[in-house]
């Protein structure tokens, strides 16, 4: 029996042609969800976008913040700077994450290694328990 057999399709029935739907046709949109602006680059100008009221530009393959009161990009708010003292934050915390792992690992080792001593201690008080028991019987 072949793979791809066409028994399970009835004959003379064809499939439905699908409709065409292009995803860049932006003019069905409504105009109120955008601007024709905001949709156009600006080849003579840097790349900007606008988030939650910041402006970012893109230069140098990177997004700077744009300041509102006109000064250098960047040097206005303390992003970078809270973004490196972040940085630092994490790179502590992980270094105490990893400490405070590595004493777990050493205290279950030293409870398992303090078990297995009880545990001898606990058979060698059975085992004289014995040999006192059989040599109180001899006498």
Known sequence: MPLFSRSGFKSGKKPV?????SIGNLSSLDETTYSINDLKLDSAGPLTMRLSG?????TKGQWV??????????SATGIV??????????????EEN?????????L??????SNADNFNLKEEIESLK???KKTKKKQ
């Open 108 to 113: 279950l080792d030293m409870l398992a290694l």
């Open 65 to 74: 913040l744009v300041p509102k009161d006109g000064s250098t990009p960047g």
């Open 17 to 21: 042609k699908r409709k065409s739907f």
């Open 98 to 106: 990893n400490l405070l792992k590595y004493k777990t690992e050493l």
């Open 130 to 132: 014995k040999v006192k």
């Open 81 to 94: 700077e809270a973004s490196q003292q972040l940085q630092k934050e994490n790179k502590r915390l992980l």
């Open 54 to 58: 910041q402006e970012l530009v893109f």
